[in-house]
Protein backbone atom coordinates (compact mmCIF):
# COMPACT_ATOMS: atom_id res chain seq x y z
CA UNK A 1 0.00 0.00 0.00
CA UNK A 2 2.72 2.69 0.82
CA UNK A 3 4.51 3.67 -2.39
CA UNK A 4 7.64 5.78 -0.38
CA UNK A 5 8.41 7.43 2.67
CA UNK A 6 9.88 11.19 2.59
CA UNK A 7 11.84 12.01 5.74
CA UNK A 8 12.68 15.66 6.27
CA UNK A 9 16.45 16.48 6.44
CA UNK A 10 18.65 19.86 7.32
CA UNK A 11 21.48 18.77 5.86
CA UNK A 12 21.18 17.06 2.79
CA UNK A 13 24.78 16.04 1.15
CA UNK A 14 25.17 14.18 4.89
CA UNK A 15 22.01 12.71 4.48
CA UNK A 16 22.31 11.52 0.92
CA UNK A 17 25.57 10.14 2.15
CA UNK A 18 24.03 7.91 4.56
CA UNK A 19 21.53 6.73 2.91
CA UNK A 20 23.76 5.63 0.24
CA UNK A 21 25.36 3.78 1.92
CA UNK A 22 22.89 1.99 4.48
CA UNK A 23 19.98 1.58 1.72
CA UNK A 24 22.76 0.41 -1.04
CA UNK A 25 23.23 -2.79 1.50
CA UNK A 26 19.70 -3.88 0.17
CA UNK A 27 20.71 -2.93 -3.25
CA UNK A 28 18.45 0.41 -3.57
CA UNK A 29 20.36 2.93 -5.55
CA UNK A 30 18.96 6.51 -6.26
CA UNK A 31 16.69 7.29 -9.08
CA UNK A 32 15.38 10.97 -8.62
CA UNK A 33 17.23 13.60 -6.94
CA UNK A 34 17.24 17.59 -6.96
CA UNK A 35 19.29 20.20 -4.78
CA UNK A 36 16.83 19.38 -2.04
CA UNK A 37 15.52 16.23 -2.92
CA UNK A 38 16.93 12.57 -3.25
CA UNK A 39 14.98 9.46 -3.75
CA UNK A 40 16.45 5.71 -3.13
CA UNK A 41 14.60 2.33 -4.13
CA UNK A 42 14.99 -0.77 -5.28
CA UNK A 43 12.51 -0.89 -8.43
CA UNK A 44 10.73 2.03 -9.91
CA UNK A 45 7.75 0.04 -9.38
CA UNK A 46 8.63 -1.09 -5.57
CA UNK A 47 8.24 1.18 -2.37
CA UNK A 48 11.09 4.05 -1.97
CA UNK A 49 12.67 5.70 0.25
CA UNK A 50 13.46 9.78 -0.01
CA UNK A 51 14.79 12.92 1.92
CA UNK A 52 14.28 16.44 1.54
CA UNK A 53 14.82 19.84 2.66
CA UNK A 54 10.98 21.26 3.77
CA UNK A 55 9.48 23.40 1.02
CA UNK A 56 8.14 25.70 3.58
CA UNK A 57 12.04 26.69 4.66
CA UNK A 58 11.76 25.71 7.87
CA UNK A 59 13.99 23.57 9.59
CA UNK A 60 12.74 19.24 9.16
CA UNK A 61 12.20 18.42 12.43
CA UNK A 62 11.13 14.24 13.39
CA UNK A 63 7.63 13.39 13.90
CA UNK A 64 7.08 12.76 17.49
CA UNK A 65 5.58 8.78 17.39
CA UNK A 66 6.28 8.74 13.59
CA UNK A 67 8.31 6.03 12.65
CA UNK A 68 9.53 4.31 8.79
CA UNK A 69 9.71 0.24 9.07
CA UNK A 70 11.60 -1.62 5.94
CA UNK A 71 10.69 -4.73 5.25
CA UNK A 72 13.97 -7.34 4.97
CA UNK A 73 13.83 -10.76 4.14
CA UNK A 74 15.54 -12.47 7.68
CA UNK A 75 16.68 -11.64 10.89
CA UNK A 76 20.39 -11.89 9.15
CA UNK A 77 19.22 -8.97 6.88
CA UNK A 78 17.90 -6.85 9.80
CA UNK A 79 21.14 -7.93 11.32
CA UNK A 80 23.35 -6.53 8.64
CA UNK A 81 21.22 -3.65 7.84
CA UNK A 82 20.63 -2.31 11.56
CA UNK A 83 24.82 -2.55 12.26
CA UNK A 84 25.09 -0.62 8.98
CA UNK A 85 23.33 1.91 10.55
CA UNK A 86 24.99 2.45 13.66
CA UNK A 87 28.26 2.16 11.89
CA UNK A 88 27.36 5.14 9.81
CA UNK A 89 26.35 7.27 13.10
CA UNK A 90 23.05 5.95 13.62
CA UNK A 91 21.93 5.95 17.70
CA UNK A 92 20.34 2.65 18.64
CA UNK A 93 16.51 3.02 20.19
CA UNK A 94 16.38 -0.64 20.32
CA UNK A 95 19.25 -3.53 19.27
CA UNK A 96 17.81 -6.12 16.43
CA UNK A 97 16.60 -9.22 17.84
CA UNK A 98 13.29 -11.31 18.55
CA UNK A 99 10.22 -9.39 19.18
CA UNK A 100 7.63 -11.40 20.16
CA UNK A 101 7.03 -15.37 18.51
CA UNK A 102 6.89 -13.95 14.59
CA UNK A 103 8.50 -10.41 14.82
CA UNK A 104 12.46 -9.49 14.55
CA UNK A 105 13.59 -6.17 14.07
CA UNK A 106 16.03 -3.31 14.73
CA UNK A 107 15.25 0.71 15.79
CA UNK A 108 17.70 3.18 15.23
CA UNK A 109 17.51 7.28 14.27
CA UNK A 110 19.05 8.54 11.35
CA UNK A 111 21.49 11.19 11.59
CA UNK A 112 19.00 13.68 11.73
CA UNK A 113 16.79 11.93 14.25
CA UNK A 114 14.16 10.30 11.91
CA UNK A 115 13.47 7.06 13.71
CA UNK A 116 13.13 3.60 11.59
CA UNK A 117 13.75 -0.08 11.47
CA UNK A 118 14.64 -2.69 9.72
CA UNK A 119 12.09 -6.03 10.00
CA UNK A 120 10.84 -9.34 9.05
CA UNK A 121 8.50 -11.80 10.12
CA UNK A 122 9.85 -15.27 11.18
Known sequence: MIGYVTL???NIPRAA????????EMGAKRF?????????????????????KPNDGKEASVGNGVMVAIACDKPETVDKLYNKAIELGATDEGPAGPRGDTFYAGYFRDLDGNKLNFFCTT
Open 8 to 10: GSN
Open 17 to 24: KFYDELLG
Open 32 to 52: MESDGFVAWGTSPDKPGVSII
